[in-house]
């Protein structure tokens, strides 16, 4: 009896013995193809860690977003995917700090009241797609520029974000670390126009500004008028018009990942980004969103681009996107 009982014994350790190192097995396996997810990615988007210590804390980093990004799509309870993006290596604070540039309205003086020549508008088109006609904070400013330009010209220009970064020392909008896109449209109405980016190509840092380019004018703004605040409806009949500058809460993971489909949250209404509102539309299950270019490149997103949801219950838009919103005009 007591042997049988014995090598019941033995027999159940085995047993866990065996489960154990199956366990480990798979772990290794798992961490294994992680690596090699890894070096794929680091391959990709061309990163060069400073040394072994660095690419372990990366490696580290990497595999939490991994982990993150895919029990988010296998939840499969939102109507948008997410990604392993350029951004994969970063921690959500890292990237919160690196990419937003962006100040709050707060900080800045108060620009002048305008008006909103689009307040009287009564029919909007179902859609409005300003991609098909057509960082921080210059590139929206520059994306609204460029589109009154192809609206009153007829001429597609590709305008100099980098002139807005190196030349507009207004003390607000130093650069990449902050600014608005209203101050923005000032400096074009000041400096009397804004060059090509071809002249004034983007390097994404601030340097010094190049006066001769600054000089050069291939497309000019006369003013810039406010989307009244709070308003969904109002921001519809000014994009329906025109693109618009919006500002956003642009920090969370989700933001950081977003890959593809109608972006629902999660976001607040801290605004830290400036982004340019292209269009909007309706999906074929009926939802309502605001079709968004973004400035971290075609890997992030839909091309570049992001669907937001629309005429949401909070009169502030989804991420805010109903807060701030401005535009220039011809
Ligand atoms: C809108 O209509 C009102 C009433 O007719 C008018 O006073 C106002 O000037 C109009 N606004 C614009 C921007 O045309």
Redesign the pocket.
């Given at each position: 009896m007591a042997s049988t009982h014995q090598g019941q014994c033995i027999f159940a350790l085995f047993l866990i013995l065996v489960v154990l190192a199956s366990q480990v097995m798979s772990r290794n396996l798992h961490d294994a193809s992680l690596t090699q997810t890894h070096e794929e990615w680091i391959a990709k988007y061309g990163k060069v860690y400073k040394d072994a210590a660095e690419k372990e804390r990366r490696f580290n980093i990497f595999n939490g977003n991994v982990k993150f990004i895919e029990s988010f799509n296998a939840a499969g309870n939102r109507p948008y995917k997410l990604s392993i993006n350029e951004f994969a290596d970063q921690t959500n604070e890292e990237f919160k700090a690196s990419r937003n540039g962006y100040r709050s309205p707060r900080l800045l003086r108060i620009t002048k009241e305008a008006?909103?020549?689009y307040?009287?508008v009564t029919a909007v088109p179902a859609s409005m797609d300003w991609i098909k006609k057509g960082s921080c904070w210059a590139f929206s400013t520059v994306a609204a520029t460029e589109g009154i330009t192809q609206l009153t010209t007829g001429k597609l220009i590709s305008l100099s974000e980098q002139e807005l970064v190196d030349c507009d020392n207004n003390g607000e909008d130093q650069g990449c670390e902050g600014g608005l896109m209203e101050n923005g449209f000032e400096f074009i109405i000041q400096n009397g126009g804004i060059t090509t980016e071809a002249n004034y190509p983007y390097q994404g840092a601030d340097g010094t500004c190049n006066t001769k380019e600054e000089a050069s004018h291939a497309a000019k703004i006369n003013g810039y008028e406010k989307v009244p605040a709070n308003s969904e409806n109002a921001l519809l009949k000014a994009v329906a018009n025109q693109p618009i500058s919006v500002s956003i809460e642009a920090s969370g993971s989700a933001f950081q990942f977003y890959s593809s489909g109608v972006f629902t949250g999660e976001c607040g209404t801290m605004l830290d980004h400036g982004v340019t509102a292209v269009g909007y539309g309706t999906t074929s299950d009926g939802t309502k969103y605001w079709l968004v270019k973004n400035s971290w490149g075609t890997s992030w997103g839909e091309e570049g681009y992001i669907r937001m949801q629309r005429d949401i219950k909070a009169k502030e838009g989804l991420c805010g996107i109903a807060m701030d919103s401005s535009y220039p005009t011809a």
């Amino acid at each position: 009896m007591a042997s049988t009982h014995q090598g019941q014994c033995i027999f159940a350790l085995f047993l866990i013995l065996v489960v154990l190192a199956s366990q480990v097995m798979s772990r290794n396996l798992h961490d294994a193809s992680l690596t090699q997810t890894h070096e794929e990615w680091i391959a990709k988007y061309g990163k060069v860690y400073k040394d072994a210590a660095e690419k372990e804390r990366r490696f580290n980093i990497f595999n939490g977003n991994v982990k993150f990004i895919e029990s988010f799509n296998a939840a499969g309870n939102r109507p948008y995917k997410l990604s392993i993006n350029e951004f994969a290596d970063q921690t959500n604070e890292e990237f919160k700090a690196s990419r937003n540039g962006y100040r709050s309205p707060r900080l800045l003086r108060i620009t002048k009241e305008a008006s909103f020549r689009y307040e009287n508008v009564t029919a909007v088109p179902a859609s409005m797609d300003w991609i098909k006609k057509g960082s921080c904070w210059a590139f929206s400013t520059v994306a609204a520029t460029e589109g009154i330009t192809q609206l009153t010209t007829g001429k597609l220009i590709s305008l100099s974000e980098q002139e807005l970064v190196d030349c507009d020392n207004n003390g607000e909008d130093q650069g990449c670390e902050g600014g608005l896109m209203e101050n923005g449209f000032e400096f074009i109405i000041q400096n009397g126009g804004i060059t090509t980016e071809a002249n004034y190509p983007y390097q994404g840092a601030d340097g010094t500004c190049n006066t001769k380019e600054e000089a050069s004018h291939a497309a000019k703004i006369n003013g810039y008028e406010k989307v009244p605040a709070n308003s969904e409806n109002a921001l519809l009949k000014a994009v329906a018009n025109q693109p618009i500058s919006v500002s956003i809460e642009a920090s969370g993971s989700a933001f950081q990942f977003y890959s593809s489909g109608v972006f629902t949250g999660e976001c607040g209404t801290m605004l830290d980004h400036g982004v340019t509102a292209v269009g909007y539309g309706t999906t074929s299950d009926g939802t309502k969103y605001w079709l968004v270019k973004n400035s971290w490149g075609t890997s992030w997103g839909e091309e570049g681009y992001i669907r937001m949801q629309r005429d949401i219950k909070a009169k502030e838009g989804l991420c805010g996107i109903a807060m701030d919103s401005s535009y220039p005009t011809a």
